[in-house]
């Protein structure tokens, strides 16, 4: 399959919304911020919570989404069916696999388990050289803040090295994000 941007960038995040308005308005932020640089995304494929938010501003502003979904999630998170290109795939290891494939660099909004899952699966994928596509997080309202704690607490007892911490950049900035993800 070919895609039309020449750069896309793998999200994820929460088929919620949350309580705070600020995760809806950070994740809008994002997608204008992916839209204004012709940057397509690749995403779970739900139209719920932060990821439709995401979808749907990327859509409004013009942009490219590649929604990934498995089978088994279609009765549970309402798939999008206005998007650029959809993937159907058979289960949860295939869609990981594909979004990884698909995007050029990762980010994680504010999540539930599902999206830590994620993050740490293609975290620990980069320490161990299986692929080497930038990783962001990006801390919206401190919403990271105690991950970022227990990411310090793990340092501090030497079961992780920095080089490995540094593998995921952290930033509180959408704009400032992408141009360490993805530099114009």
Request: charge should be negative.
């Amino acid at each position: 399959m070919s895609l039309t941007p020449t750069r896309w960038l793998t999200v994820y995040c929460a088929s919620r919304s949350g309580v705070s308005p600020v995760f809806a308005e950070q994740t809008r932020v994002l997608a204008e911020a992916m839209a204004s640089r012709g940057i397509g995304l690749v995403y779970g494929g739900s139209r719920s919570g932060l990821m439709g938010i995401l979808a749907n501003t990327l859509l409004e502003a013009g942009g490219e989404v590649h929604g990934i979904m498995p089978r088994l999630l279609f009765s549970k998170e309402v798939n999008h069916d206005s998007l650029t290109h959809f993937e159907e795939v058979d289960d949860m290891t295939a869609r990981k696999r594909r979004m990884l494939e698909q995007g050029d660099a990762i980010l994680a909004l504010p999540g539930g388990i599902g999206t830590l899952e994620e993050l740490f699966e293609v975290w620990s994928w980069r320490q161990l050289g299986l692929h080497e596509k930038p990783i962001g997080l990006l801390n919206v309202d401190g919403y990271y803040d105690s991950l970022l704690e227990f990411i310090n607490t793990s340092l501090n007892a030497g079961l992780m090295n920095e080089q490995a911490a540094g593998r995921c950049w952290v930033d509180t900035s959408a704009e400032h994000l992408l141009d360490r993800l993805l530099p114009q």
